[in-house]
């Protein structure tokens, strides 16, 4: 995972790669560099989980933005 000035860029074990507006979390985008990069995996893949933003997202929404406004 990296991320841009305004994007996170997620690489999915398949070879797929995601690019998601920062916009749309923004614990994530108001974050600090050293915060974002402070994340790991959770549940075998199916997540990301930023402890000291208390943010999650699952692979499956990202995947399918529809469904975080849902």
């Known amino acids: 995972m990296e991320f841009t000035d ?3 860029v ?7 790669t ?6 749309w979390f923004p ?3 108001d974050a ?3 915060q974002r990069a402070a994340w790991r995996l959770v ?9 000291e933003l208390d ?4 692979t499956r929404g990202l995947l399918a933005p ?3 406004s849902a």
């Open 43 to 51: 549940g075998q893949g199916i997540g990301i989980h930023w402890e």
């Open 66 to 68: 529809q469904s975080l």
């Open 32 to 34: 600090s560099p050293e």
């Open 55 to 58: 943010e999650d997202l699952s």
């Open 18 to 23: 995601l690019a998601v507006p920062l916009e």
């Open 27 to 29: 614990r994530l985008r």
């Open 6 to 8: 305004d994007s996170m």
């Open 10 to 16: 997620v690489h999915l074990t398949d070879g797929r």
